[in-house]
């Protein structure tokens, strides 16, 4: 079945396959990390020091399984390319693999999802109004384009005036004859 399988649809199943991986690494770190913390002795209703960084980090792949799944979502609805987000499968197989040894480098979950060519929250959104595949990042409005580019054009206009004007400056002190040494005297 997958040789017939139109090649489109055989990369998105592809990346679907990626991402499901990536969400079920993530939750077996996750169940792994609550068995930690219930294994760790508790102190009369204080919390043990490790405690924290397993539930910060409980809580950050929470947020990576949930924009991962929207990705899936996105996928499906074949409002984004697999190519698309091809862009940050190796920061997340990294993410997956290193969380716990460099725990600070991966603070923001967020992070990684910027590397993605459109942004998730808008295109989940479009996505939930029914709107189809949005292009790259999301689009100006036309009003605030020709505001750009009315603002572009007369920083252009001015940085050509101070051209211009430098131009004709230099092409007009070098075209000034020299004052001879009888000028510069006075005429002695």
């Given at each position: 079945a997958a040789a017939r399988m139109d090649p489109k649809e055989r990369?998105?199943?592809?990346?679907?396959d990626w991402i499901n991986e990536a969400i079920e690494a993530l939750n077996m770190?996750?169940?792994?990390?609550?068995?930690?913390i219930e294994a760790l002795p508790s102190k009369r209703g204080r919390k043990h020091a490790a405690?924290?960084?397993?539930e910060e980090?409980?809580?950050?792949?929470?947020?990576?399984v949930l924009r991962l799944?929207?990705?899936?979502?996105?996928?499906?609805?074949?409002?984004v390319e697999p190519a698309d987000v091809d862009d940050i499968r190796e920061l997340v197989e990294d993410y997956v693999e290193r969380n716990q040894l460099d725990f600070d480098e991966f603070a923001d979950p967020d992070d990684i999802y910027m590397a993605l060519?459109?942004?998730?929250?808008?295109?989940?959104?479009?996505?939930s109004k029914g709107e189809t595949r949005l292009e790259e990042k999301p689009k100006v409005s036309e009003?605030?384009?020709?505001?750009?580019?009315?603002?572009?054009?007369?920083?252009?206009?001015?940085?050509?005036?101070?051209?211009?004007?430098?131009v004709t400056s230099a092409t007009s002190q070098s075209k000034?004859?020299?004052?001879?040494?009888?000028?510069?005297?006075?005429?002695?």
């Amino acid at each position: 079945a997958a040789a017939r399988m139109d090649p489109k649809e055989r990369a998105r199943q592809g990346v679907r396959d990626w991402i499901n991986e990536a969400i079920e690494a993530l939750n077996m770190q996750v169940e792994q990390f609550e068995a930690e913390i219930e294994a760790l002795p508790s102190k009369r209703g204080r919390k043990h020091a490790a405690v924290a960084g397993f539930e910060e980090s409980i809580e950050r792949h929470h947020a990576h399984v949930l924009r991962l799944e929207q990705l899936v979502r996105l996928v499906d609805n074949e409002s984004v390319e697999p190519a698309d987000v091809d862009d940050i499968r190796e920061l997340v197989e990294d993410y997956v693999e290193r969380n716990q040894l460099d725990f600070d480098e991966f603070a923001d979950p967020d992070d990684i999802y910027m590397a993605l060519p459109f942004d998730i929250n808008e295109m989940m959104e479009a996505t939930s109004k029914g709107e189809t595949r949005l292009e790259e990042k999301p689009k100006v409005s036309e009003k605030e384009e020709k505001k750009k580019k009315k603002k572009d054009k007369k920083s252009r206009g001015a940085v050509e005036d101070d051209l211009t004007l430098l131009v004709t400056s230099a092409t007009s002190q070098s075209k000034r004859p020299e004052p001879s040494a009888s000028t510069a005297l006075g005429g002695l």
